[in-house]
């Protein structure tokens, strides 16, 4: 007795049909029993297969355009042209070597058989088309799908399908061409990138020795290299032996550094323990002179004091500024006693710039020209009272000094002028130098009469001399 469902089993007489896509799914499995009226014993053992008719080739697939993927058509939608079914139910795919048998159908018409091993190849069609749209897209891994692309092709010479096997040979061809093309520049874009990423943290370990080797700016060179540490974790694709040797070189960097830096600190905890030390002695001594009543040379310590203080260098802050406000308040007490002490004297100058101002009014009333003796009487006078009188605001030094020796200078005028009209050696001179020049005159005349031309010359040059000489000598006389 059989059941009622349709079969389509393979050359071998199998219950399920072994027809598979190459990519390793099985198609939709149709299982069933022979036509009605046979034994289970004939439904699964079909009777001996005829030899293939010879069935001319089908016409290959319109050919595509130069450098674009072969068309292959869906052989779903005219299963006939790729293949047939014999009466006894074999399944023929039509190829360019001719017929090959993929399968058996006895569950029904020989037309639903074909269109079965059709879609069969639809399915391997569609799969080589997604192969391609990934690479296409680039969406997929190429190398993948070159192997995929692969095992599909080595399939096709034993598949159980019905289409344009062909065609889909040449599609697969291209596809594996494509996928050749996409792996090579995968592999250039990978090598590139390894490039581009080794490039990169060599530049950071460049950067980072250079730091290592020269920066004093610790705080902003320490924060850049944790940077630098951060961002090569973010650079990836560098082959391991070369990150190993560029990170041993980092790691070298990062020690170095981290030694210098300690050192540094090392040495300025050293130096600021000196500064301490020095700037308490400079503190002890800034308090002992703050009750000095030496004035300027202790205003003159200060400074001295100041400068020592900065060349000091740095103390610990804490105990630096500690020192700082006991060496401000030892200035502060000795300046600020000076200051009371020259508040109280600037009263006692502007007093006697106050009495000078008095005295030159009465100096300035002197008058020469009146009697020179008494007006140098007078400015003695003056004079002696103006020592006495005392020291005046520095500011009013040079206005009240200048206007005393304007009175000076008017008596001592007078005086040089008085001088000069009762002078006897002046008149002495004039007469002097009118007998010289006489005397030149009369050699000049003498040498001319004997014919000496040059002798004449000579005598001549000396006498204009001495006549200028004697033309001074009456103009002093006459400006008396």
């Known amino acids: 007795m059989t059941d009622n469902n349709d079969s389509a089993t393979t050359e071998t007489g199998d219950d399920v049909s072994t027809g598979s896509t190459a990519a390793g799914s099985a198609a939709p499995e149709t299982t069933g029993a022979a036509a009605p009226g046979a034994t289970a014993e004939t439904a699964g053992t079909p009777a ?26 869906a052989a779903s939608s005219a299963p006939g042209k790729w293949g047939r079914v014999d009466a006894d139910g074999t399944v023929y795919v039509t190829t360019a070597d001719g017929e090959r048998a993929v399968g058996s159908w006895q569950a029904g018409e020989p037309a639903e058989g074909l269109a079965h091993f059709a879609r069969r190849f639809d399915d391997i069609r569609t799969e080589v088309e997604l192969l391609e749209a990934r690479l296409t897209s680039g969406s997929g891994d190429p190398k993948q799908a070159a192997t995929a ?53 060599q530049a950071l370990v460049e950067e980072a020795e250079a730091l290592a080797e020269e920066s ?26 070369s990150d190993e040797q560029l990170w041993r070189r980092f790691s070298k960097a990062r020690d170095t550094f981290n030694r210098r830096r300690g050192s540094h600190f090392a040495d300025l905890d050293r130096q600021r323990s000196t500064a301490k030390n020095r700037k308490q002695e400079l503190v002890e001594e800034a308090e002992a002179l703050s009750e000095s009543d030496d004035w300027g040379p ?18 610990p802050k804490d105990a630096d500024d500690q020192l700082w406000q006991r060496f401000r308040a030892a200035q ?25 101002e008095a005295l030159l009014a009465e100096a300035e009333k002197i008058d020469p020209s009146t009697g020179l003796e008494a007006a140098r009487s007078a ?20 206005e009240l000094e200048g206007r005393l020796r304007a009175v000076e200078d008017k008596v001592r005028t007078a005086s040089d002028a008085q001088w000069r009209r009762t002078d006897p050696e002046a008149e002495a001179r004039a007469a002097q130098f009118r007998e010289r020049v ?22 001549e040059a000396q006498a204009a001399q001495w006549r200028e000489w004697l033309a001074a000598a009456e103009q002093a006389v006459a400006s008396r």
């Open 48 to 73: 001996p297969a005829p030899g293939p008719a010879v069935v001319p080739p089908p016409a290959p697939a319109p050919a595509a355009a130069a450098g674009s993927a072969p068309v292959v058509p």
């Open 149 to 201: 692309a692969k095992q599909i092709r080595d399939s096709l010479d034993e598949a159980h399908v019905v289409g344009d096997l062909a065609g889909l040979a040449a599609r697969i061809d291209h596809v594996l061409a494509h996928a050749a093309v996409a792996v090579d520049k995968a592999k250039a874009a990978r090598d590139e990138a390894r490039a581009a990423a080794v490039a990169r943290k």
């Open 216 to 241: 004093t700016q610790w705080k902003v060179a320490g924060d850049r290299l944790r940077g630098i540490l951060d961002e090569w974790k973010t650079v990836k694709g560098v082959d391991r032996k």
């Open 298 to 315: 202790t205003a003159g310590k200060y400074k001295d004091l100041m400068t020592e203080w900065k060349a000091a260098g740095r103390a």
């Open 332 to 356: 502060d007490k000795f300046f600020s006693r000076r200051s009371a002490v020259f508040d109280e004297r600037d009263a006692e100058f502007a007093d006697n710039a106050k009495a000078k």
């Open 379 to 398: 400015l003695h006078k003056v004079q002696e009272r103006w020592e006495e009188i005392g020291k005046v605001p520095r500011e009013r030094i040079r």
């Open 438 to 459: 006489q005397q030149f005159e009369a050699q000049a005349e003498k040498a001319r009469a004997a014919g000496d031309k040059r002798r004449a010359e000579q005598a």
